[in-house]
């Protein structure tokens, strides 16, 4: 079975641009949820959303949003980059929101 | 508001020794536990978790990891390492009503040495 998919796994972009990253749950997961990993340091949560809603939002600025669509796979956007945005973005999705979550490899986001 | 604090940022330890890594926890509710393993430039593999029951969990590649209430800890084990155990550890909280907002660890880099 296929586990958690991200697209893309590397990206390189410079400050004030854009950029959005994917994600797609293991078949038949309906929560996905979105960290942000700094070199050396613990993912912090950013987003969840299941069923299509928002269920939760960590401490980012409105810089960043997501979103969930029918098929449950999900977008996270970055607006106005910052060099301090520079991270690993790692995506997970669980069966519900009492089961454990499964991650996916992750996009390294290279801000210069 | 809940929070994860692991007490060692690195553990180098030889090969076929016994370790432990530290975590202890805080949160005013019910809570799952969990610890992910990390190997350079991956993703966060899922070790083990404590939803209820038996406080001894045990997970995959020989590791287990003990919940104590009363101690607010969640300490992993393993009896003997290998060589390809040297990896990033990180224990993480949840809430028991919404499993999808993980709580993070700075994480234990785990050397394991021939």
């Known amino acids: 079975d296929a586990g958690v998919t991200q697209s893309p796994t590397h990206l390189i972009k410079t400050r004030g641009q854009h950029v959005t990253l994917r994600c797609s749950p293991i078949?038949?997961?309906?929560?996905v949820s979105w960290y942000q990993q700094v070199l050396g340091q613990g993912p912090q949560f950013i987003f969840q959303?299941?069923?299509?809603?928002?269920?939760g939002r960590g401490n980012f600025p409105d810089r960043f949003s997501a979103r969930q669509f029918p098929n449950y796979s999900s977008e996270l956007n970055v607006n106005a980059l910052l060099l301090g945005d520079s991270a690993l973005y790692l995506c997970a999705s669980s069966l519900s929101e009492y089961n454990e979550q499964f991650f996916g490899p992750g996009t390294r986001l290279t801000v210069l | 508001a809940q929070s994860v604090t692991q007490l060692d940022s690195q553990v180098p330890v030889f090969e076929e020794a016994p370790v432990e890594l530290r975590c202890n926890y805080s949160s005013s509710v019910s809570v799952y536990l969990f610890w992910y393993v990390q190997y350079p430039n991956q993703g966060l593999q899922l070790l083990l978790k404590?939803?209820?029951?038996?406080?001894l969990v045990k997970g995959i590649n020989g590791f287990e990891a003990e919940f104590n209430k009363s101690q607010t800890s969640f300490h992993l084990r393993k009896p003997s390492v290998h060589i390809s155990d040297t990896a990033e550890y990180f224990c993480?909280?949840?809430?028991?009503?919404?499993?999808?907002?993980?709580?993070f660890g700075q994480g234990t880099t785990l050397q394991v040495k021939p």
């Open positions: 959303y299941y069923e299509k809603e928002e269920r």
């Open positions: 404590y939803l209820s029951g038996s406080t």
């Open positions: 078949s038949g997961h309906k929560s």
């Open positions: 993480a909280v949840s809430d028991s009503s919404n499993t999808g907002k993980l709580i």
